[in-house]
């Protein structure tokens, strides 16, 4: 890869996926990419030789547009890359910007080994020798098309709904947070795995996970199956998007294998799939927030139409008590009909909290924290609400309620210290209860799924 410092500024990288052997490359890294053909040093031509019909019978390409770069010579079946470097990558600078650039291309799923001018001049046969034993084991590799054979991911907790936005707001915990393990396998479909004691299937049909895995193999026919670890900490039935971490986590996995050839928008789309296996509906109030990251409005489900939303610091505390509210029982007890004055009051809360995130308005985010809809129904099933809610308040948070469907019930607070005193009310009132439960005291994720 040409060590021209101002390639990187043509323009901003995708990061959602560039697609194609390009991965979003600019017109301008074409005319970039064409120009080095034209004056490719010695050892490069002495390269190219080799590579450009080889005992491999694979396919390379020289001067290649990847993303915001041009690689030295490339071959997308194994995304592997081969850089031939000069020596200006021993100056500081361009030390700097090579780190940087093999970074961001990892990122991107793609190996690459490097050789310096000498090496190929000099040494030719060693440097082949070492080519064909990289392609050797990639070729043998779990992937079996190059690039990583596993992927690990931390896989955020969510709230849904926060308070008036039933199935279109939603927002990322930074804990808990799910583990989960992808590798792409030679079996086709889904194989499944759980290393947990909450007795989920492992038919992918019937798992969460499983169903947004399976969609995303129909449409990435170059490879024949998926196989899944998994580890949650995410209780099912908590309420704080479990079932959203499963789906949404592994697509993200499987897709950082595959080069992150599909976008966030492709990765909702599969895992909503879960989601219907969870409940019967492809909602994506909280797997839009797990792989978007910080807080996201659903303005539109058919066609999918995600929007970030710039919040504020918030500090959230979260308590559940020990009991599972199924997000298809909560639902069916919903009515299937409300009148238009306490429409017109829902929609004024959300319009009221969707400005009050932009406009970084602590007040007026608590005082759109209202549902006049759905929590009126749904607190019923949860025990000690209203004092939960009433205590919380006086603590100085700006206000909550249910999480998705229950039974944990948040808060939202400008600062740590207040969120830690919503906390210990929270636990003043189930103690006194005699009800068991757990709590969380963190910040929005403002980067949602992470690869581990």
């Known amino acids: 890869m040409k060590s021209v410092l101002s390639e990187r500024f043509f323009f901003s990288p995708s990061r959602d996926g560039g697609l194609g052997m390009h991965y979003g490359a600019h017109p301008l890294i074409f005319k970039k990419a064409e120009e080095l053909r034209n004056r490719m040093t010695h050892a490069e031509e002495l390269l190219w030789n080799y590579l450009k019909i080889n005992e491999w019978n694979l396919k390379f390409r020289r001067q290649h547009p990847l993303s915001i770069y041009v690689a030295d010579f490339y071959c997308h079946k194994l995304k592997l890359i081969i850089e031939v470097d000069g020596e200006i990558h021993n100056n500081e600078d361009v030390k700097r910007h090579d780190i940087e650039r093999e970074t961001n291309l990892k990122d991107l799923g793609l190996k690459i080994i490097r050789f310096k001018n000498d090496e190929v001049i000099t040494k030719l046969e060693t440097v082949l020798e070492k080519i064909k034993n990289e392609i050797s084991d990639l070729q043998n590799s779990p992937s079996g098309a190059g690039g990583l054979g596993t992927a690990a991911v931390l896989s955020p907790a969510t709230v849904a709904n926060i308070v008036c936005g039933f199935d279109i707001l939603g927002f990322a915990l930074d804990c808990p947070c799910d583990e989960l393990i992808v590798e792409i396998s030679n079996e086709p479909g889904v194989h499944i795995i759980n290393n947990d004691d909450f007795d989920l299937p492992t038919e992918a049909e019937k798992n969460v996970s499983g169903a947004a895995l399976l969609a995303l193999l129909e449409e990435a026919t170059d490879i024949k199956g998926?196989?899944?670890?998994?580890?949650?900490?995410?209780?099912?039935?908590?309420?704080?998007?479990?079932?959203?971490?499963?789906?949404?986590?592994?697509?993200?996995?499987?897709?950082?294998?595959?080069?992150?050839?599909?976008?966030?928008?492709?990765?909702?789309?599969?895992?909503?799939?879960?989601?219907?296996?969870?409940?019967?509906?492809?909602?994506?109030?909280?797997?839009?927030?797990?792989?978007?990251?910080?807080?996201?409005?659903?303005?539109?489900?058919?066609?999918?139409?995600?929007?970030?939303?710039?919040?504020?610091?918030?500090?959230?505390?979260?308590?559940?008590?020990?009991?599972?509210?199924?997000?298809?029982?909560?639902?069916?007890?919903?009515?299937?009909?409300?009148?238009?004055?306490?429409?017109?009051?829902?929609?004024?809360?959300?319009?009221?909290?969707?400005?009050?995130?932009?406009?970084?308005?602590?007040?007026?985010?608590?005082?759109?924290?209202?549902?006049?809809?759905?929590?009126?129904?749904?607190?019923?099933?949860?025990?000690?609400?209203?004092?939960?809610?009433?205590?919380?308040?006086?603590?100085?948070?700006?206000?909550?309620?249910?999480?998705?469907?229950?039974?944990?019930?948040?808060?939202?607070?400008?600062?740590?210290?207040?969120?830690?005193?919503?906390?210990?009310?929270?636990?003043?009132?189930?103690?006194?209860?005699?009800?068991?439960?757990?709590?969380?005291?963190?910040?929005?994720?403002?980067?949602?799924?992470?690869?581990?």
């Open 226 to 452: 998926l196989k899944l670890t998994s580890k949650k900490t995410i209780m099912p039935g908590s309420g704080i998007g479990s079932s959203a971490a499963s789906a949404a986590g592994v697509v993200v996995a499987a897709n950082h294998l595959l080069g992150n050839r599909f976008t966030k928008q492709d990765l909702v789309r599969f895992a909503m799939n879960g989601e219907k296996v969870a409940c019967g509906v492809k909602h994506a109030d909280n797997i839009a927030p797990c792989i978007y990251g910080g807080v996201t409005l659903i303005r539109s489900v058919f066609p999918l139409d995600i929007i970030s939303i710039d919040a504020p610091p918030l500090h959230v505390t979260v308590v559940h008590p020990q009991i599972e509210v199924r997000t298809s029982d909560a639902r069916q007890i919903l009515k299937q009909q409300v009148l238009l004055k306490d429409a017109i009051k829902q929609w004024g809360n959300i319009a009221g909290l969707v400005a009050g995130f932009i406009k970084h308005d602590y007040d007026l985010i608590g005082r759109s924290l209202e549902d006049f809809i759905i929590e009126p129904v749904r607190s019923i099933l949860i025990p000690g609400f209203d004092d939960i809610k009433k205590a919380s308040r006086e603590a100085g948070a700006l206000g909550g309620g249910i999480s998705g469907s229950g039974p944990s019930i948040f808060m939202l607070s400008k600062d740590a210290q207040t969120a830690c005193a919503v906390e210990a009310a929270m636990k003043s009132i189930y103690d006194k209860m005699g009800v068991a439960y757990h709590t969380h005291v963190t910040t929005i994720n403002k980067e949602g799924v992470k690869i581990a």
